[in-house]
């Protein structure tokens, strides 16, 4: 059904991150984001036919989209992603991967504003969701594009539990409150990953919210209980993920060995600090 290429596809993305990203410790979370969005993805595209079209929402640096265009390069793939003020770096990257896949195409807006007749087979976002202005519209909108019988996959924090994965910091009675506590903390991890805005960019999405908006929408929506398993077992094998959560990494670790994770499969998905939505399309 697929091609799937390996071993060139190292030399493909070094030569696309090398001169971008020259900051090697940024490249290496930049891979291992893009290795754990590939991991989660893949088993739905793999359920995919040929000439099958797949769009990832808030594409960022366009690796994830890469490393899926050369392992399933029978699929057409579409990225969106809006590069504003401070990510130039964005750009250079989607216009390397662009030329370098021609199963890649990018829009460069945000999927508030895409306007499209376009269908597609499976729409897809990884820890973006957290960060959009009305993700109840955005969610709306993906749904549209749905071809009969797609999926939409969603992948981001869950703010039902009290605690904010970028900044590693618990969150203490709402958003407000817990800025004016660590207001230097946030304002030294921004300078450091050079993303002023990150902490006012975050909706503080929760699973409840999510479940009750499906609920009204009437929208055929799953949550995978078994993603918090899956994300402790990322924190003993990836350790680039392990050092952004080194205020928690050894507790979550212990507590995973100890059977943490399976127990999450069989708790309410509002108790998991990270959440894995599927909603279908109906037919």
């Known amino acids: 059904m697929f091609t799937r290429h390996r071993g060139e596809g190292d ?54 989209l890469s490393e899926l265009a050369k392992r399933f390069d029978a699929i057409s793939f579409t990225g969106v992603e809006p590069i504003g003020p401070g990510f130039a770096q964005f750009a250079d990257s989607l216009d390397a991967i662009e030329k370098a896949h021609v199963n890649i195409a990018f829009i ?7 306007s499209s007749n376009r269908k597609f087979d499976l729409i897809f976002s990884i820890n973006v969701f ?41 969150v203490v009675f709402g958003k407000s409150l817990t800025l ?33 908006f499906c609920a ?24 680039e993920f392990r050092k952004r959560q080194s205020a928690l990494a050894r507790s979550a670790v212990l507590a995973n060995r100890l059977g943490a994770g399976r127990l999450f499969e069989y708790l309410p998905e509002r108790f998991g600090a990270y959440m894995k939505i599927v909603v279908r399309s109906a037919g």
């Open 130 to 170: 957290e960060h959009l202005d009305d993700w109840r519209r955005a969610m709306d909108i993906c749904i549209s594009m749905l071809k009969p019988g797609g999926k939409l996959v969603i992948l981001c924090p869950n703010y039902n539990i009290p605690y904010e994965s970028h900044f590693a910091l618990p």
């Open 180 to 212: 004016k506590i660590f207001a230097d903390t946030i304002r030294k991890i921004e300078e450091k990953l050079d993303a002023r805005g990150l902490w006012q960019s975050l909706n503080f999405i929760k699973a409840s919210q999510v479940k009750r």
């Open 108 to 114: 460069r807006k945000r999927i508030e504003d895409v």
């Open 216 to 239: 009204q929408k009437g929208y055929d929506c799953d949550f995978d209980r078994a993603i918090m398993g899956r994300m402790l077992d990322r924190l003993e094998v990836d350790t």
């Open 11 to 64: 030399e493909m993305e070094t030569a696309i991150i090398g001169p971008v990203f020259k900051d090697e410790a940024q490249a290496a979370r930049l891979r291992a984001e893009a290795a754990f969005g590939a991991s989660e993805v893949s088993p739905f595209l793999e359920q995919l036919d040929g000439q099958a079209t797949a769009l990832e929402i808030g594409c960022g640096t366009g690796l994830l």
